[in-house]
């Protein structure tokens, strides 16, 4: 296990700790950090074994997961009706820091889109290896901001 994977690991094992005694559910803020920690495990694992646009498309959807944590945990009235929109447009409104990591991100989301639409596009394991620390790191701050892990000294 490289270094990577023990971190993604570390952060699902913190979170998983805040299941609703009895009943086996999840907060939604929660089961999204969850899954893109195991997204981005997943993503280095691919990366690992040289399958660049899987280690994109799962680093991507990792993001996507921790974006839309930061979105829900954020939300006043989860029970209103959604905000139309996508999940950059709705980081944005949240803080400055929200219009950062939209930024940051959603410049992935064309040469993502473009795999999954299967047109050719050269990806560099420098651009995947860039994505999987960038969403590491937004899962430990939104883990960090959220309250789910402890702010490291």
Partial sequence: MNINTARATNVVS???????????????????????SALLKEGYRCLAGGDLEGALEAGYQAVLRTAGARVAATSTDRKRRPIAGSVWD????????????????????????????????LISGGLVKELLIAAEGFIQWVNEETGLLPVAA
């Fill in 90 to 121: 709705k980081l944005r409104k949240i803080d400055a820091a929200g219009i950062a990591q939209a930024e940051q991100f959603e410049r992935f989301a064309r040469t993502r889109s473009r795999l999954v639409m299967g047109v050719p596009v």
């Fill in 14 to 36: 913190a979170t998983t700790r805040f299941l609703r005694h009895g009943t086996g559910h999840c907060d939604p803020v929660v089961d999204y950090l969850d899954k893109a």
